[in-house]
């Protein structure tokens, strides 16, 4: 009986989500986003064996990079606010892979690859971090839950392919590095397209989310709105 009634609240407000325009673009979006960053952060640390050297040295260099993420997150959200931060943190780790494309090695365990993979794991533990903060601001309250909850399942799957980047792709370089670099830039992109939450009223409702866009001068989809919504 608990089952069939938590079903159904689900199906209800995924009928609301689809029934607003504003609250499915920004839920698309965001599902977008976390399963970018989850992606990039679990091929990033999966990925260190491919340098050779000791995994010792290779994850420790990882784990300072997460640490000076964690500490830059909140003044770097306090100046530059939440859709800023995140457009910055993939904006920064798309041209981390860019750059690692640069065919430059100085001995026989460092490169210029290797050093732009260590710098982008600074950005994208910012971006994944930041994304669990963004997403509580962006969702209104009545499907605040769904939205974090559904967010995670995405970003789940994202976990299961990233450990696998580096073998499906092998020894193309480049090609892997492309299509990071694509993944990330394409999420810089795209959260242009989503409303600043800082020093803002959280929603309560959807129409509030439609409001808010109205008010940012965003982009406000028309098909399938419903103002009582």
Same mark, same amino acid.
């Given at each position: 009986?608990?089952?069939?009634?938590?079903?159904?609240?689900?199906?209800h407000?995924?009928?609301?989500?689809?029934?607003? /325009?504003?609250? #499915?673009l920004?839920t698309?979006?965001?599902?977008?986003?976390? #399963?970018?960053?989850?992606?990039?952060?679990?091929?990033?640390?999966?990925?260190?064996?491919?340098?050779?050297?000791?995994p010792?040295?290779n994850?420790?260099?990882?784990?300072?990079?997460?640490?000076?993420?964690? =500490?830059?997150?909140v003044?770097?959200?306090?100046?530059?606010?939440?859709?800023? /931060?995140?457009?910055?943190?993939l904006?920064?780790?798309?041209t981390?892979?860019?750059?690692a494309?640069?065919?430059?090695?100085?001995?026989?365990?460092?490169s #210029?690859?290797?050093l732009?993979?260590?710098?982008?794991i600074?950005f994208?533990?910012? /971006?994944?971090?930041?994304?669990?903060?963004?997403?509580n601001?962006?969702?209104?309250?009545?499907?605040?839950?769904?939205?974090?909850?559904?967010?995670?399942?995405?970003?789940?799957?994202?976990?299961?392919?990233?450990? #696998?980047?580096?073998?499906?792709? /092998?020894?193309h370089?480049?090609?892997?590095?492309?299509?990071t670099?694509?993944?990330?830039?394409?999420?810089?992109?795209?959260?242009?397209?989503l409303?600043?939450?800082?020093k803002?009223p959280?929603?309560?409702?959807?129409?509030?989310v439609t409001?808010r866009r109205?008010?940012?001068?965003? =982009?406000?989809?028309?098909?399938?709105v419903?103002?009582?919504?």
């Amino acid at each position: 009986m608990h089952i069939r009634i938590l079903i159904s609240n689900h199906m209800h407000q995924l009928k609301e989500i689809w029934n607003n /325009g504003a609250l #499915f673009l920004e839920t698309i979006l965001q599902w977008y986003l976390w #399963f970018t960053c989850c992606l990039l952060f679990y091929f990033l640390n999966y990925g260190w064996s491919s340098f050779g050297d000791t995994p010792y040295i290779n994850y420790l260099f990882a784990g300072l990079g997460e640490a000076i993420a964690y =500490v830059i997150l909140v003044p770097e959200i306090n100046i530059f606010g939440r859709r800023k /931060g995140m457009v910055f943190c993939l904006g920064a780790s798309c041209t981390c892979f860019l750059l690692a494309m640069i065919p430059w090695t100085w001995s026989e365990v460092w490169s #210029f690859e290797r050093l732009m993979n260590l710098v982008a794991i600074v950005f994208v533990s910012d /971006g994944f971090a930041l994304a669990f903060l963004y997403t509580n601001e962006l969702a209104p309250t009545t499907h605040r839950g769904f939205a974090l909850s559904s967010s995670s399942v995405i970003a789940r799957f994202a976990a299961f392919l990233g450990p #696998f980047v580096t073998d499906i792709f /092998g020894n193309h370089n480049t090609l892997k590095l492309a299509i990071t670099a694509f993944l990330a830039g394409a999420g810089a992109l795209l959260s242009l397209l989503l409303p600043e939450t800082k020093k803002m009223p959280i929603p309560e409702q959807p129409r509030d989310v439609t409001i808010r866009r109205k008010e940012q001068n965003l =982009v406000n989809p028309c098909c399938n709105v419903r103002e009582d919504a």
